[in-house]
């Protein structure tokens, strides 16, 4: 069995700064990459930023050059540092893992069970 367990929400002002962390825990042969999705009131889970185990990321347009995504793969761990927040990140942010957890199995995604991140003055 495996577990995402996220923390790091939270209210902050605009143009405030927030840290989220995700560490995955359990039966896992092998991580083959960590991201962050968010999903606001009335709208549709989102992309925010992905990282493979080599370390390539990738991010959403509208986060870029504010957000960083960074990876620990010794503690299967993922962290998003969020810069420069305005009141249009304000939403749930969930934590994905692609997780093989044995050498016979296929990657599946595995989800945190989401950090609530209000930015509002």
């Known amino acids: 069995q495996v577990q995402l367990v996220e923390s790091g929400g939270g209210l902050v002002q605009p143009g405030g700064s927030l840290r989220l962390s995700c560490a995955a825990s359990g039966s896992i042969y092998r991580l083959n990459g960590m991201g962050w999705y968010r999903q606001a009131p009335g709208k549709q889970r989102e992309l925010v930023a992905t990282?493979?185990?080599?370390?390539?990321?990738n991010y959403a347009d509208s986060v870029k050059g504010r957000f960083t995504i960074s990876g620990d793969n010794v503690k299967n761990t993922v962290y998003l540092q969020m810069n420069s927040l305005s009141p249009e990140d304000t939403a749930v942010y969930y934590c994905?893992?692609?997780?093989?957890?044995?050498?016979?199995?296929?990657?599946?995604?595995?989800w945190g069970q989401g950090t609530q991140v209000t930015v509002s003055s």
């Open positions: 990282i493979t185990t080599g370390g390539s990321t």
């Open positions: 994905n893992a692609k997780i093989r957890v044995r050498i016979s199995s296929l990657p599946s995604d595995y």
